[in-house]
T-cell receptor
C-alpha cells in the first residue's frame, strides 16, 4: 500500500532555532496536511495544502506542497518550548478513496 | 464551536473482556473516522463512515472489532474480545466531507492487561 516517509524521526534543538521536517511519498498526492500531537491529546491540524507548489504559513509555521506532488515540508522558525511534540504529515492520494495516509511522525525535543 | 467529543478518556480491561468507545463528531460533519494509534506510531485508520454508511473498513479486524453510526451522528466502536495487542489510543475524527480536513478528539487510551 501507499506509504509516507517522514524525516527526521526525532530532533533535538535549542530554543530559538529553526526546524525543518519533510515527508515524501512514492505516488502523487492531492492533499498534504500537517498535524501536531501533544501527549495525551489527539492530533491538531496545523496547515492544509491542496495545490502543487502551494506555500502556506500559520504564524511561525510554514509548509509547502512540493511541485512533484510527492513531497511536502514543514518549517518552524524561532522554536519555543511549546513547540515540543510530535508532528505528523498526512495526505490523500488520487486513488485512495480519500483515505488519509500518515507518516510515522517527527518528535521535536527542545534542549534545556 | 464544540470539538469532537470522546469517552471514556481512559479504560483498563482484562484480555478477553469487551469494551466500547463513544464519539460525538462536530455538528454537521458527514465523515467520521476511527483510528488506532499504538505508542510511537502514527494513527492507523480502522473505519470511515460517510453519514451512516461505511466507506472504508479494510483495516478493521472484523473478527473482534465492530463500529456503527446508526443515525449518521454519534458513533460507537466495540472490541470483543480484547487482546493485549489492542492496547492503544483510539482516536475519533470528523470532517465536513470526504477529503476535507479531519478534526480529532482527545482519544481513549485503552490498556489491556
Amino acid at each position: 500500500g501507499q506509504q509516507l516517509n517522514q524525516s527526521p524521526q526525532s530532533m533535538f534543538i535549542q530554543e530559538g532555532e529553526d526546524v525543518s521536517m519533510n515527508c515524501t511519498s512514492s505516488s502523487i498526492f492531492n492533499t498534504w496536511l500537517w498535524y501536531k500531537q501533544d501527549p495525551g491529546e489527539g492530533p491538531v491540524l496545523l496547515i492544509a495544502l491542496y495545490k502543487a507548489g502551494e506555500l502556506t504559513s500559520n504564524g511561525r509555521l510554514t509548509a509547502q506542497f512540493g511541485t512533484t506532488r510527492k513531497d511536502s515540508f514543514l518549517n518552524i522558525s524561532a522554536s519555543i518550548p511549546s513547540d515540543v511534540g510530535i508532528y505528523f504529515c498526512a495526505g490523500t492520494a488520487g486513488d485512495s478513496n480519500y483515505q488519509l495516509i500518515w507518516g510515522a511522525g517527527t518528535k521535536l525535543i527542545i534542549k534545556p | 464551536e464544540a470539538g469532537v467529543a470522546q469517552s471514556p478518556r481512559y479504560k483498563i480491561i482484562e484480555k478477553r473482556q469487551s469494551v466500547a468507545f463513544w464519539c460525538n463528531p462536530i455538528s454537521g460533519h458527514a465523515t467520521l473516522y476511527w483510528y488506532q494509534q499504538i505508542l510511537g506510531q502514527g494513527p492507523k485508520l480502522l473505519i470511515q463512515f460517510q453519514n451512516n454508511g461505511v466507506v472504508d473498513d479494510s483495516q478493521l479486524p472484523k473478527d473482534r472489532f465492530s463500529a456503527e453510526r446508526l443515525k449518521g451522528v454519534d458513533s460507537t466502536l466495540k472490541i470483543q474480545p480484547a487482546k493485549l495487542e489492542d492496547s492503544a489510543v483510539y482516536l475519533c475524527a470528523s470532517s465536513l466531507d470526504r477529503g476535507s480536513e479531519a478534526f480529532f478528539g482527545q482519544g481513549t487510551r485503552l490498556t489491556v492487561v
